[in-house]
């Protein structure tokens, strides 16, 4: 059986499986991680999302084989319960989640928004979150809390 290699949260993986299957199957089937959510499984809504790089993307129609070698983060990479990232704790206080369904792919773009932009405007934020689709309506908030994280993350 193939073995794909990449490094998830920081920790090197070496997967033997089908390299076709999905980063998304794989990563919730047989790695454990529950952060991304099927949503579409065409890759349209953002539930998925987890950075690969600093890139935000889709993992439910991504191939295996392509992350190779490369640096994948899910939402249980941003931070824990004891140790939250910024914006856990900014989505947090602005109330900026409902059901939560698309909140870790929202998560995963504002991150890899942040990790290239540490200071984005009103309108780098929305832009960076208009794939994500979220049903609940908690699009002002979700913008407020990325500025608010990334304020938190300049501050001395």
Known sequence: M???RF???GVEMDVATDPDRSLLDILRGKLGMIGPHFGCGAGECGACNVIVGDRAMSSCDMPLWS???KDIT???GLG???APHPLQRAFI???ALQCGYCVSGILMSAAA???RNPAPSRDEVKEALD???CRCGSHNRMVRAVLRAAAEMAAP
């Open 131 to 133: 794939r994500n689709l």
């Open 7 to 9: 490094r998830l949260n």
């Open 80 to 82: 824990s319960a004891n």
């Open 2 to 4: 193939p073995h794909v």
């Open 67 to 69: 992350v190779a070698n």
């Open 113 to 115: 928004l942040l990790k």
């Open 93 to 95: 206080a602005e109330q």
């Open 74 to 76: 899910t939402p249980e």
